[in-house]
């Protein structure tokens, strides 16, 4: 009632005015009635009534909200004082803008990354399978076979989310078996290789796309409505069923125009005909925030693309109790909790999975049921993403503080200028308390400024980080926006920033004594009483300039030093790594290489013609004008990741050792260097000799000190380890390249052709070495793919640099924000250390000029103030440095080629610091020494 | 007429609210009518501080016991109305009761200190 009241004053007060006029009119009429003159009526009329105008305050005071009032007069006195001060203000307001902003724009991506749930209805209720094994893999167990991620949990152990096709039908069975049931629906999702990337052609147009294998009931089990058609059904998904898929929103739309034109198309998968019945809604992504399924398809339909591919599936597949591939989601009941589900089915599953074992080794290593809350979808990306945004995140909450102390060292020194102002207010009655309160509206004042201005810069923050964090892919999987949750967090740390640098320079500048402060006539004698036991200028120690002793000025200083340095150290270990890795030795020139993917299974070719076809392929594409050599391999060797059993005959297989399978000229084309014999080449194909090139590392293990050309090695069969696959001749050793990841040790591989037998060629990655930009002879290759097979469709180009630049891109988004952020830190470290250097100059100018009228030199001066300036960061460095050594294992495992306690690290930080604080204590200095005795005096 | 006025001119705040709403019962009136009502009745041994009278009635108004609306006075001048409602009643039922209550034990005492 009282706020309608308060908002009704004004309408009120008029009203109360007319009253009063007319109650007076009233008097007036009857002081006539009793015979005064006019000028009598009147007076004995207003004598009566009192004054009208305190009736009215009186009614305007009983409609107050006096908190209110006063804090909205605090506000417009706080923003007068502001903008007397443009200066301060608008430095005051970018240092907070960019200290906010970088913590709005990383806790906006924590955010999305962490707690953005998933766009399908009530999705609290959702929990993914996994499974959790203690030993590593590499010993005998239950899961034979795998198809899809494990993660490694730190040592302790595997996880992983894939579970055998008849796991999934003893989860779905839940309902039908007992009434305690805990799911309501349990569906299931695959991403495996077959449909990671299929062809699919539209209407004669190929292109590659991505793809998920669900189950009939995924869909149902999200509760997920179709944006036009219907959604795949559990009719759909059994053997023998017609083919249908259904199609993402962006597909639909990018291929098809309108959703509704989607439903009833015929489009060719693989070159397997499938009509599509519908299309998803446009915010619906899946269940994995990493990728984006542009088809899905039932999970039957595997069998369909695995017809024709060595490694694809079979029904058997679908009985294998051992064969780990299927990826396993369910919704709880109402009223049942991740706990209840999980104590419920735990040794069920376990019960079930000691059913599969086959020897004793394998009962004791039985992976065990653990069910996580799948709200916000497989947590693919956050591992990935996770520790690197918490160590930004870190960095930036640093940057705020830096922020935050050096506003509050500025407010410091602009308050030591209000003393006057403050101690008149006090002397008339205001409370300290309300004077603080005046103080802390200002600096909320500015800490709100700044995070608007900082929300703004977020945003563009926001689109930057997005391109770092997806390493310039095409997706925008990982990304953030500006919700009214970020917004809040942004509001709240503005607030928060602003109580927090603006009381202590609050609580500081009320106290005094107050009759002393005003009889001053300047500042000069609070000066003149701690200066009188100094004479020699030429020791200027700390606790002669600054507002007080050892003063909260000080601290503040000494604290942003350190913080900068601990910044300016984690951005050099950072840019040294990336530094090491993209120095890492290749074995190969990573220069004008052109690669791209070609899967000409998928369109309809088979065995044999397969081979002859990627052959003569190759031979057009080495053909065009520009491309120096031309050849192809399984993947490129950055990416290559293969274990097959390869040895020498009689001994055992290595688990180091590696192959990949090329076609010829791979050598030439790579330019590694062949030490011995020769690369592969066109005369080596099916028919005849089985041949390989080893890598030097190989030929060292297996031959040492002997001569491996004519040697043999070979090919196991995995079934079984005492068959031949291949027995192939030793006909090359070449230098060693690196194969697969980058940070890896050197391993021994094996270089076998593509077209001698097993395993038969499936997608194959072209390699062309080219005279200048391989990305200008794009659309030369598309041409020659599409003349000799318009069914197929070229993907991933990329050049190899490029490539390796993908594999980069934590450590380069790393080392980037790191040095931006260091560069931050020092850049407001010192405009703080400027700033207060300079007040503390301009206040102390009388006694300068006296001491330089009694001969104090204008070089010692300004040694003095750099002095000042060298002892805060000295300081700061010997909190600091210690610090940096202490916490900078935790970095480890994203360092490269180093040791976290690199010296140069450190050595380059500490010069980088003391260098820009004394640039930014030089200008104070030269001041202060430039600084007229006489003008100094008058001054006074 | 001073000694009058320090007797019985400072009216306790619930007194003058009270003295108000009776005076509404024969009907609506505006602020002068009502001031010099209170005046006339108590044979001016009441003097309403015409000051008090005004954010008063905007107490009585605030709290729903009378309500306000222009309108025309006998001098034909706009002014402001003043008309009691029903939880003004009951209001001024409760209150006379009380004040009558007070009085009669005032009384008491008075009475019994006299003897």
């Not at chain 1, 839940?174 to 299931?188: L, T």
């Not at chain 1, 610090?883 to 690199?902: E, W």
Request: aromatic share 8%.
């Amino acid at each position: 009632m009282s706020l309608w009241r308060f908002f009704r004053r004004s309408k009120r007060d008029a009203e109360l005015a007319h009253e009063l006029d007319s109650h007076l009119a009233h008097e007036i009429d009857d002081n006539l009635a009793r015979g005064m003159s006019p000028e009598e009526a009147r007076r004995q009329a207003y004598l009566k009534l009192g004054n009208p105008l305190r009736i009215r305050d009186t009614v305007w005071e009983t409609n107050r909200i006096a908190w209110l009032e006063d804090t909205w007069r605090d506000f417009r006195y706080a923003a007068r004082t502001l903008a007397k001060t443009p200066g301060f203000t608008i430095v005051a307001v970018l240092v907070m803008a960019l200290g906010i902003g970088a913590n709005t724009a990383i806790y906006s991506f924590l955010d999305s990354l962490l707690l953005r749930s998933l766009p399908v209805s009530d999705p609290a209720s959702l929990v993914v399978l996994n499974w959790h094994a203690k030993s590593s893999l590499l010993g005998d167990s239950v899961m034979q076979s795998m198809s899809g991620s494990t993660y490694d949990d730190s040592g302790q152990g595997s996880t992983a989310g894939i579970f055998p096709y008849p796991a999934f039908e003893l989860f779905q069975h839940d309902g039908a078996q007992n009434n305690d049931a805990v799911f309501s629906d349990v569906f299931a999702y695959c991403h495996t290789r077959e449909v990671r990337s299929m062809n699919v052609a539209i209407n004669g147009q190929a292109e590659v796309a991505s793809g998920e294998l669900v189950s009939g009931n995924y869909f149902q089990g999200l509760a997920v409505q179709p944006a036009a058609g219907r959604l795949i059904i559990p009719d759909d998904d059994r053997t023998g069923a017609a083919a249908v898929a259904v199609v993402s929103h962006a597909f639909s739309e990018k291929h098809f125009g309108r959703a509704g034109t989607a439903a009833g198309q015929s489009i060719l998968i693989n070159n397997l005909s499938f009509v599509v019945v519908g299309v998803t809604p446009a915010e619906f992504f899946g269940v994995d925030p990493a990728t984006v399924p542009e088809i899905y398809i039932p999970m039957h339909t595997n069998l369909l693309l695995g017809t024709g591919d060595t490694f694809g599936f079979r029904p058997a597949d679908y009985l294998d109790n051992n064969y780990y591939w299927v990826e396993i989601m369910a919704r709880l009941r109402p009223g049942v909790s991740l706990a209840q589900a999980q104590a419920a089915w735990a040794p069920r599953f376990q019960q079930w999975v000691a059913t599969t074992a086959s020897n004793d080794e394998q009962r004791a290593n039985l992976p065990a049921l653990a069910l996580k809350q799948g709200a916000t979808g497989l947590d693919t990306l956050r591992r990935k993403f996770s520790k690197p945004l918490y160590v930004l995140m870190t960095l930036v909450a640093l940057i705020l503080a830096i922020a935050c102390s050096n506003v509050a060292n500025l407010l410091l020194a602009r308050a030591a200028t209000r003393k006057r102002e403050i101690a008149l207010r006090m002397s008339v009655g205001a409370g300290r308390l309300r004077v603080i309160r005046q103080l802390l509206t200002e600096s909320v004042l500015l800490a709100s400024l700044g995070g608007a201005l900082g929300v703004l810069m977020a945003v563009w923050g926001i689109r930057f980080l997005t391109l770092l964090l997806g390493g310039g892919q095409g997706n925008a999987t990982v990304h953030a926006d500006l919700n009214w949750h970020v917004l809040g967090v942004a509001a709240v740390l503005s607030i928060f920033t602003g109580v927090l640098f603006g009381l202590a320079p609050a609580l500081q500048s009320t106290r005094f004594d107050l009759a002393s402060t005003l009889k001053e006539i300047r500042s000069s004698q609070s000066r003149a009483r701690d200066s009188s036991s100094r004479i020699r200028f030429a020791r200027v120690g700390i606790s002669g300039i600054g507002v007080s002793r050892i003063g909260v000025s000080q601290v503040l200083l000494v604290g942003q030093v350190a913080l900068s340095l601990l910044m300016l150290v984690a951005a050099g270990l950072f840019v040294r790594t990336l530094s090491n890795l993209q120095s890492v030795e290749l074995g190969f020139n990573r220069e004008n290489l052109l690669l791209f993917k070609l899967n000409a299974r998928q369109s309809g070719h088979r065995d044999p013609e397969i081979t002859d076809f990627y052959a003569h392929l190759r031979d057009r594409l080495a053909a065009i004008p520009g491309v120096r050599d031309a050849s192809l391999a399984e993947d490129s060797l950055i990416n290559g990741e293969n274990l097959l059993p390869i040895s020498l005959p009689g001994l055992p297989t290595s688990p180091e050792t590696r192959f990949i399978t090329v076609g010829p000229d791979f050598m030439t084309t790579m330019q590694i260097p062949i030490l011995a014999g020769r690369d592969i080449e066109a005369r080596d194909h099916a028919g005849t000799q089985r041949v390989a090139v080893i890598s030097e590392r190989f030929a060292r293990i297996n031959f040492p000190g002997q001569n491996p050309l004519g040697r043999h090695v070979i090919l196991w069969k995995r079934s079984d380890e005492k068959a031949i696959e291949r027995d192939m001749e030793i006909v090359g050793v070449s230098k060693d390249a690196r194969y697969g990841n980058l940070k890896r040790e050197i391993l021994p591989v094996v270089y076998l052709p593509y077209d001698q037998g097993f395993p038969q060629p499936n997608q194959m990655t072209y390699i062309l070495r080219t005279s200048g930009d391989p990305l200008s002879y794009v659309n030369s290759v598309r041409e020659e793919v599409r003349q000799a097979d318009g069914r197929i469709a070229i993907s991933d180009v990329r050049t190899q640099t490029g490539e390796i630049s993908e594999h980069l891109h934590q450590e380069i988004m790393l080392a980037d924000l790191c040095s931006a952020f260091a560069v931050l830190a020092v850049t407001i470290a010192c405009v703080g250390l400027y700033g207060t250097m300079s007040y503390t100059v301009a206040r102390r100018t009388g006694e300068i000029g006296i001491r330089m009228a009694l001969g104090a030199q204008r070089g010692a001066v300004v040694r003095a103030v750099l002095g000042e300036v060298f002892v805060l960061v000295a300081v700061g460095l010997a909190i600091s440095v210690p610090a940096a050594l202490g916490t900078s294992r935790f970095v480890q495992s994203l360092l490269f080629g180093m040791k976290p306690n690199d010296p140069l690290a450190l050595t380059v930080a500490v010069a980088i610091l003391l260098g820009a604080a004394l640039l930014a204590g030089y200008v104070p200095a030269r001041r202060a020494s430039r600084i007229d005795p006489m003008a100094a005096l008058r001054h006074e | 007429m001073a000694d009058n006025r320090q007797a019985n001119g400072e009216m306790v705040q619930g007194t003058l609210d009270m003295l108000i709403l009776r005076t509404l019962i024969t009907g609506p009136a505006h602020g002068h009518t009502i001031a010099h009502v209170i005046e006339h009745t108590s044979e001016n041994v009441l003097e309403v501080e015409q000051g008090s009278l005004y954010p008063a009635l905007h107490r009585l108004e605030d709290r729903g016991w009378v309500n306000s609306y222009w309108g025309a006075s006998e001098n034909n001048r706009k002014a402001r109305y003043y008309k009691l409602t029903a939880a003004g009643k009951k209001q001024l039922t409760a209150e006379t009761n009380r004040w009558r209550q007070v009085v009669a034990a005032i009384g008491r005492v008075l009475g019994e200190t006299a003897e």
